[in-house]
């Protein structure tokens, strides 16, 4: 997403199936209005069939991508929460977010570099990646840019990601004690400009060289079983299961070791969180740290109804879950049940509660995660979050709003 802190300038009008609250205090102002709507073709609509129930609509549907939204990162092509359904999100329904050009890379033509501060540099090719060990991770990808704007609300998918993990290859080739980072370079590349020194340069993120040696970090050529989708990568990307988006580099050209720290745009410019932050002695300071690992949060995807109770739906991820909580209006925080995924580090969680016997009319969900360290998602109100001035992380709790109808 782009480099300053603004946020969008929200009309208040939802886009799509939904009714606005305006439409619903205009329109359903006697109980009589309402009953008449709930019977109409429209409400209908609105309320979405699910596979095993129905989906009640929430109020607060994002309203449409802008369209330089559209123009700066591409097809974003958003999870839709309410159809979360499935623990893994399908290849054709995974958000995109591309900040240069979308290069089309021909599989026999594919090089991988290994550069810097290592032995024996060497080049790979995607068959010799394919022939060395494969290993799978299930990780939830999330743009940290998620939830920063009202519009964006589905840059996040689940996926196994299958590839062969870098540690071995950066040991193979003979790693240098001097070298401290290791920079990864995607074959798309865009013009910049710093200090009036203008450049072409490719995507680049770093890591630090115990991060880079991680066991689970994987130079990825597979998504879901399929050959890594071109928007997504293809031949390979870096996957770099528990953080945010960002260190996972697409259309992956070249991984070099050196002993400087890396300060390319998407280091120290894009994807910085700059913070007031008030330390032990109660003074407060100005922070910039680059965007890393994903921090605790969860959704509240969908209500269903499937005759008895309503079930609140909804899915929790960075870091290990401990457990979520779940708030209607101002009652207490009650716990809900994890249903998928449990067992898997890097996976979102999904998570279930019956609500029994709701009153009809508009109410409020809000969920949150607390992880097994005991970090307890943060409410919107918590400073950690508006004393944050840049709209990466945003993993404060999220409130929804539905009407449950009459009948
Ligand atoms: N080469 C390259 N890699 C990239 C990007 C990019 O623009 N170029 N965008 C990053 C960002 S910000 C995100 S959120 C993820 C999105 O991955 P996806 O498009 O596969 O969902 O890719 C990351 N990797
Ligand atoms: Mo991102």
Not at 138 to 156: K, M, P, S
Not at 356 to 371: C, F, L, M, Q
């Amino acid at each position: 997403m782009t480099s300053s802190n603004e946020r969008t300038n929200d009309t208040g009008i939802q886009e799509g199936a939904g009714l606005s609250r305006r439409d619903f205090l205009v329109r359903g102002g006697s109980m009589l209005a309402l009953l008449a709507m709930i019977d109409s073709p429209l409400f209908a609509r609105m309320a979405g069939a699910a596979d095993d129930g129905e989906v009640i609509p929430f109020l607060d549907r994002p309203p449409a991508t802008p369209d330089a939204a559209v123009k700066a990162y591409g097809e974003l092509n958003r999870l839709d929460w309410q159809k979360l359904t499935q623990w893994i999100t399908p290849n054709d329904q995974f958000f995109t977010v591309s900040h240069y050009n979308r290069p089309v890379i021909r599989p026999e033509e594919y090089k991988l570099e290994l550069t810097g501060l290592v032995k024996n540099p060497k080049t790979f090719t995607l068959a010799e990646l394919k022939r060395r060990p494969r290993q799978e991770v299930v990780f939830t990808l999330e743009c940290a840019g998620n939830h920063g704007f009202e519009w964006f609300t589905g840059g996040i998918g689940t996926a196994k990601w299958a590839g062969t993990p870098l540690a071995p290859l950066l040991k193979e080739a003979g790693l240098k004690p001097e070298g401290l980072e290791v920079i990864f370079f995607g074959a798309d590349a865009g013009d910049e400009e710093v200090r009036s020194v203008k450049m072409r340069q490719e995507f680049s993120r770093s890591l630090s060289v115990p991060d880079a040696l991680r066991p689970e970090v994987l130079l990825c050529y597979e998504m879901n079983g399929e050959p890594l989708p071109q928007e997504h990568g293809f031949p390979v990307r870096l996957i770099v299961p528990g953080w945010y988006g960002v260190a996972n580099v697409k259309w992956l050209s070249r991984v070099d070791v050196t002993d400087r720290r890396w300060a390319g745009r998407f280091m120290t410019r894009d994807y910085v969180t700059i913070r007031e932050e008030v330390q032990p002695d109660g003074r407060t300071v100005w922070t910039q740290k680059v965007v890393g690992p994903a921090r605790v949060k969860s959704v509240t995807a969908r209500v269903v109804y499937r005759g008895g109770p309503y079930q609140i739906e909804g899915a929790a991820w960075g870091g290990l879950i401990d457990r979520v909580e779940v708030r209607v209006d101002s009652g207490p925080w009650v716990p809900a049940t994890i249903t998928r995924g449990n067992e898997q580090y890097f996976a979102w969680k999904l998570w279930s509660l019956d609500w029994t016997d709701p009153a009809p009319g508009e109410h409020t969900i809000t969920s949150r995660a607390v992880d097994r360290q005991g970090n307890i998602q943060p409410a919107a109100d918590d400073p950690l979050l508006t004393k944050k001035h840049t709209y990466w992380e945003s993993n404060g709790q999220i409130t929804r709003r539905i009407l449950l109808p009459f009948f």
